[in-house]
């Protein structure tokens, strides 16, 4: 047992018994996260930059290509996280370890066990003090648990940002490492209808799109011009906007974000 965690049978327990209060509850749950099924419906497009067709990636201040956006939320990551705050450090401290390991600066650590057992869409960003260095991530999940989902996210982040390409020695040693599981996107008039601070924004055009987590951009117009930038789009009348709440942790501040 880990002075600030949970033995692994009890938060198995835990997460059990969230689970069964989840479907024997009628209603919505309270939150950004809604109880219910994930529903994948066809919708315009999908975020990451130069993704392969078949897969279903968003990059955070990135672009994105057709296919599935999630409908319903699944409540059971963000409850097992906010019951057990060690499983919050433990996944932090994987993503980060993962990210200096794929960079050739550590030997990574074993991730949560219990993480294998979720299933869940994230956004994983690496932050230089306030400055993004990289950031990828989905609304639909593409691997079979929560553990794969950021190692894969992880190594896409790296792969395709652009701003990963300048990540030296002492730059990845102090990163902090945030991890962001979005809500479903929810269409808006305008990009000022969208609060940066709490809500992501994803812009997108007929070919890709641009994602920004919560928390990226410090107001709404600056996250829709660098949208536009990242879009090389000229008309910017033509694109779509969408506002996403999320449930973040983060190795900056280790109290629930949502």
Known sequence: MKPDG???FLRIILLIAVTLAMICTPGENSGPFAGGPIERNRTEGEIGVGVAAETSPVRGAG??????RMQGEVELPLAAMRIDPGLRQELLRYAKE???ARLGMGKGVAPPELARQIQRACFVTFYSGRKVIACYG???PRKSDLVAEIEDTVKLALLRDPRAMLIDRETAM?????I????????VASYADVDPIREGMLVENDREGVAIVPGEAKTAAWAFRDAVRRLGEKD?????????????ISSRNLSDGS
């Open 98 to 100: 993962y990210f200096l």
């Open 138 to 140: 989905g609304f639909s």
């Open 63 to 68: 672009r994105v290509e057709p296919d599935g």
């Open 180 to 187: 962001t599981f979005p809500g479903e996107p929810e269409a």
């Open 236 to 248: 910017p009348a033509q694109l779509r906007v969408f506002k996403f709440r999320a449930y973040a």
């Open 6 to 8: 949970i033995p692994l």
């Open 174 to 178: 102090r990163a902090d490492v945030q």
